[in-house]
């Protein structure tokens, strides 16, 4: 089976990831778990590449994080967008369709 | 979840206890702990799922330039640390406090040693009597010297824990640190005992001076009385403290820099009082009771009494300490 090649996917790493909080709020693992959701299983987020991104975003300032209990009663770190990550996020949106459209070109059917 | 926590503490345990890489570690093992419990939702084994959470944690090099970290994560260490095993840990606590009744025994036999004469005094005849008694003093202070001996030298096997720097993981921290713990009430009533018996020597000896004139009892016996209790009460006292200073010597191996340094269990090893003027009068109290004591005993020459300001001290500092200490 061809397993996605984390070389490439870790440039859009920050663009999933701000997709997933440009519509709700949210924490690691609902994110980790929606990503193996909507890519059905074919990508899996490691935790420690979650956090890298999480930091990375947070000082970019593309991204908040504050303090919520959950509905266990467990303390939370949620994190949500900001407007400098929105607009970060519809640049990254632009490049990946130029990208596409370039690679495309290339690739045999 | 246990698992968790330890896969977690060891990857962490070297790196430098900054704010970032607390924060990093406490993140990761909320998401680590998440994704546990929805494994076990799903009906999965325990054992499964610790499995499927380590498997897809991925590794510190993804977090390390973020965290400023990258230097400490490649070139792991800068001075080697001898690991301190679980077993050995726990093997260390038993011979500690093993070596400690025995050191608690020489000094027995050292302090009843002047007594043992008085025994043999008018009881027999009077070259057997100064040729036993000799033979009681000396005899038991050789005891005391092979027994401080033999015990030195098994403690020198462990000598390496304060010779190198030394580390511990984070189970063997958390179980040293529980068992301590455990140990505290045993540890308390030796003490106290021991103390109490520095003291209640008096009764006794007054009871017996009050109710007898003088006979064997009154004055060979009873002296010898006095030293038995005092010497069970330093024994005591000796023993009690030698197991938990063997906790204490484990718990505070791990480098305070490193995170492993700040693990929950070992932090609590600074007294913090809760109240600032108790704060200031304890920062002064041993060197206060210090001057009380040479001052009075100067004064008044009357050595044989004036030690018991230090067990009564001692016992009032653990009061003090019990009383108005707040966890750190």
Redesign the interface.
């Known amino acids: 089976m061809v397993e996605i090649s984390s070389d490439i996917i870790r440039g859009y790493n920050d663009t999933i990831i701000l997709f997933l909080l440009s519509e709700a709020p949210s924490?690691?693992?609902?994110i980790?778990?929606k990503i193996k959701a909507l890519s059905e299983d074919k990508y899996?987020i490691?935790?420690?590449?979650?956090?890298?991104a999480?930091?990375?975003m947070e000082?970019n300032g593309y991204i908040e994080s504050y303090a919520q209990v959950a509905e266990n009663g467990k303390k939370?770190?949620y994190y949500r967008i900001t407007e400098v990550g929105m607009r970060y996020y519809m640049e990254k949106c632009e490049e990946w369709k130029l990208t596409k459209d370039v690679i495309e070109r290339f690739i045999r059917k | 979840m246990e698992a968790l926590r330890n896969y977690l503490e060891n990857m962490f345990a070297n790196l430098p206890n900054t704010p970032e890489v607390q924060r990093a570690k406490s993140e990761l093992f909320q998401m680590m702990e998440d994704k546990y419990t929805s494994l076990i939702e799903e009906g999965k084994k325990e054992n499964e799922a610790i499995g499927i959470v380590i498997s897809e944690f991925g590794n510190l090099n993804e977090i390390a330039d973020s965290l400023g970290i990258s230097n400490v994560v490649e070139h792991p260490q800068g001075i080697e640390r001898r690991h301190v095993s679980k077993e050995e840990a726990h093997h260390y606590v038993i011979e500690k406090s093993h070596c400690s009744f025995l050191t608690g025994l020489g000094v027995f036999f050292c302090i009843i040693s002047p007594a043992l004469p008085s025994l043999f005094e008018d009881a027999l005849p009077e070259q057997l009597e100064d040729a036993l008694g000799g033979a009681a003093f000396f005899g038991s202070i050789a005891i005391a010297v092979a027994l401080f001996i033999y015990s030195a030298s098994k403690m020198k096997n462990w000598s390496f824990l304060k010779r190198y720097p030394c580390s511990i993981d984070y189970q063997t921290a958390d179980e040293l640190y529980k068992a301590q713990k455990l140990n505290n009430s045993t540890k308390t009533l030796h003490f106290i005992i021991g103390v109490l018996l520095c003291i209640l020597w008096l009764i006794p000896v007054s009871i017996s001076d009050a109710l007898v004139e003088s006979s064997y009892l009154a004055d060979n016996v009873m002296p010898c009385i006095m030293f038995l209790m005092v010497g069970i009460g330093v024994m005591l006292i000796i023993f009690s403290l030698g197991k938990d200073k063997a906790y204490t010597t484990l718990l505070g191996l791990n480098d305070q820099k490193t995170v492993a340094g700040n693990y929950e269990s070992t932090k609590s090893r600074e007294v913090v009082y809760s109240n600032e003027t108790i704060a200031n009068i304890m920062s002064v109290y041993w060197p206060t009771v210090r001057c009380v004591y040479l001052i009075w005993s100067f004064l008044t020459f009357d050595w044989l009494i004036t030690w018991i300001i230090w067990p009564v001290a001692a016992v009032i500092h653990s009061l003090v300490k019990k009383n108005f200490t707040e966890v750190a």
């Open positions: 924490y690691g693992y609902e980790s778990k899996m490691k935790e420690t590449t979650l956090y890298s999480f930091n990375r000082k939370r770190t």
